[in-house]
């Protein structure tokens, strides 16, 4: 997840990616990520028989868990979530354990790559401040919490491997751990250069838990040129947060514009224009050959496929994600659009083993396609239906409505923020309203129907409008809405449109 951000990746993308061999300059889409695509449709195949709950029964004392009913692989935004929905239905004491590779009870991860980078006296983020649930109104969670709640609590010691037939699983330090039902939550790894073109070296960061987020900030409280290679979520964010250090600030891409997974080139080129405005510099269409290295080890620079060089002492790479597997294999992949094949239900192809968030590939019942979603609100929405599904006799299957957003340039004293939002699915043809002055929006259509919607700067009430544009699909008239003088009147046609279908 990553970020408030998201990975939506579209299968050309990365072919095109995957095109540029080592030779010409390594891609910044590395090979070995697998892509996150919202545009695959293939059936699911998992049965819907034989998912009740399995028991066990416990005849040793050499299982190092003391609550086995459940059990939770990961320590993210989603098992944050599920938690706390245990705790509503009264099944969390005594019977449920999280495992993570963390040192911290789970909290809302998008921060890291906002408030969390702010400079020391921009007001940062930091914990225990945005433990999960506070991210959607509820309750902070701090160890304390987990405590209380009777939840088992696993630090520092990550899932290494699982015997099914067992129900058990082994850590990374030797534990062996009993479930009867088992929730893997384990999330998405950043993708990384390879260590043989300095991948590794030190002054170069990935930003994916607190410890890299850290790491990240000692280096800009001494950094004078960051170099952020990827135009996606993660360099966008990253950008924005080093601009309030007052460092010099180049974005490398391999596209042409920023964020090419969502914006259009028109919509693009305004937030290049506001970053410019900030200082940020940009390298469009470029391969990176390798990042260089000083006489200590330190980075140097970035070296690109044609020989040229950026200078930098700190280098953040933000190049995409690779769900997080790891042992769970056996558990059923789906090979299309990577990670954990579940139902609607988010159960696997295991009586017993559910899948949810970052590493799930699960159907998206309002498009009709099987996708993985990168995102803090799938994670927790996907976290709470599988809980409730798992311990009620609740059987809706997830109907989840896309929705991505950023918010960036938050820092005190900054003289703009942003904070776009974008709901439903970026297909057909568009319509831009708007000259950034604060608000744009652009419009979706494809056969004649609204598909998606992204706003920047909204009030709250056209916000909460756009979630029941999107889902409702109204056909709208687009030679209607491109007239529209500004955002509020292009709204104002599509709600309309919204009011016809409902009276008919």
């Not at 919509?267 to 410019?276: D, G, N, W």
């Not at 280098?315 to 042992?327: D, N, Q």
């Not at 923020?417 to 929006?441: H, L, M, R, S, Y």
Request: charged share 20%; aromatic share 10%; glycine share 10%.
């Amino acid at each position: 997840m990553y970020s408030g951000g998201f990975t939506v990746r579209k299968v050309t993308m990365a072919s095109i990616s995957n095109a540029l061999s080592l030779k010409h300059g390594l891609s910044l889409w590395c090979p070995q990520s697998t892509p996150s695509v919202n545009r695959i449709s293939q059936p699911c195949s998992i049965s819907s028989t034989n998912f009740r709950r399995r028991s066990f029964s416990v005849s040793a004392s050499s299982f190092a868990n003391e609550n086995r009913e459940f059990v939770i692989v990961g320590g993210g935004n989603a098992a944050g979530y599920a938690a706390r929905t245990f705790v509503e239905h009264g099944m969390a004491d005594g019977k449920l354990c999280i495992v993570s590779k963390e040192a911290y009870a789970p909290y809302e991860r998008p921060a890291l790559t906002k408030g969390y980078l702010f400079p020391h006296d921009k007001k940062p983020a930091r914990l225990p401040g945005f433990h999960t649930c506070v991210g959607s109104g509820g309750e902070r969670q701090t160890p304390d919490w987990y405590k209380e709640k009777g939840i088992e609590m696993l630090h520092e010691d990550p899932v290494s491997d699982i015997d099914i037939e067992k129900q058990t699983l082994k850590t990374s330090s030797g534990k062996l751990l009993k479930f009867g039902s088992l929730i893997i939550a384990t999330g998405c790894t950043a993708s990384r250069f390879p260590d043989k073109i300095g991948g590794n070296l030190s002054g170069v960061h990935y930003v994916r838990d607190v410890a890299d987020a850290n790491s990240l900030i000692s280096s800009l409280e001494k950094a004078k040129k960051v170099v952020v290679v990827g135009g996606g979520y993660i360099g966008m964010e990253v950008a924005a947060a080093a601009v309030a250090w007052k460092v010099d600030t180049t974005i490398i891409f391999p596209e042409e514009h920023l964020m090419t997974r969502l914006f259009t080139p028109s919509l693009a080129q305004k937030y290049e224009q506001l970053y410019q405005d900030f200082g940020v510099k940009f390298v469009k269409g470029a391969s990176i050959s390798n990042l260089e290295a000083g006489s200590d080890g330190h980075v140097v620079g970035v070296k690109l496929a044609n020989g040229s060089i950026i200078e930098a002492d700190t280098v953040v790479v933000g190049i995409g994600a690779k769900p997080a597997v790891g042992p769970f294999e056996s558990v059923g992949l789906n090979t299309t659009v990577g990670g954990i094949q579940v139902d609607g239900l988010f159960r696997t192809s295991i009586p017993g083993i559910f899948a949810i968030g970052d590493v799930a590939a699960f159907p998206l019942k309002i498009y009709d396609r099987t996708t993985r979603v990168e995102h803090v609100d799938h994670a927790r929405r996907s976290a709470q239906h599988c809980v409730k599904s798992l311990l009620t006799a609740h059987t809706d299957t997830y109907d989840y409505l896309p929705y991505f957003y950023s918010r960036v340039f938050e820092y005190e004293g900054s003289p703009r923020k942003v904070w776009w939002q974008f709901f439903g699915d970026n297909v057909g043809e568009t319509v831009e309203i708007g000259n950034f002055d604060p608000k744009v929006a652009t419009f979706w259509i494809d056969s004649g129907k609204l598909k998606g919607v992204l706003l920047e700067s909204g009030s709250p009430e056209e916000f909460q409008l756009l979630p029941k544009i999107a889902r409702s699909q109204p056909f709208v008239d687009k030679a209607k809405l491109e007239k529209a003088s500004s955002v509020e009147e292009a709204l104002e046609i599509v709600q309309s449109s919204l009011k016809v279908e409902a009276a008919v």
